[in-house]
Nanobody
Framework: VQLQASGGGLVQAGGSLRLSCTAPGSTVASYVMGWFRQAPGRAREFAARVSESIGSTDYADSVKGRFTVSRDNSQNTVYLQMNSLKPEDTAVYYC???????????????WGQGTQVTVSS
């Protein structure tokens, strides 16, 4: 499964972005889909995930209430809607696919290339 993340960019604090993750030639419907992020000089961290069946979601405390993860299996796409963005949200954002409902990056098998999100103050 090859994942492609897109939608990143430069936005002012308080603004919004929507990230998308697709899997051309494959299907994401049977996978737990996670979003992770990595800021310069920091370890990759969990941001959000959505389960494969009933679509339950989970968020890191740092993004809860501002980010919304969703999936459209008919479009083979997973989204991360990011609102009220803060400078500390600046990072490369990665989507990932796995078989476990987890926040642990090591349990995700497939990874996209990442998309840069920069939030200016």
């Amino acid at each position: 499964v090859q994942l492609q993340a897109s939608g990143g960019g430069l936005v002012q604090a308080g603004g919004s972005l929507r990230l998308s993750c697709t899997a051309p030639g494959s299907t994401v419907a049977s996978y737990v889909m996670g979003w992770f992020r990595q800021a310069p000089g920091r370890a990759r961290e969990f941001a959000a995930r959505v389960s494969e069946s009933i679509g339950s979601t989970d968020y890191a405390d740092s993004v809860k209430g501002r980010f919304t993860v969703s999936r459209d299996n008919s479009q083979n796409t997973v989204y991360l809607q990011m609102n009220s963005l803060k400078p500390e949200d600046t990072a490369v954002y990665y989507c990932a696919a796995g078989n476990f409902d987890s926040r642990l990056s090591g349990l995700y098998t497939y990874w996209g290339q990442g998309t840069q999100v920069t939030v200016s103050s």
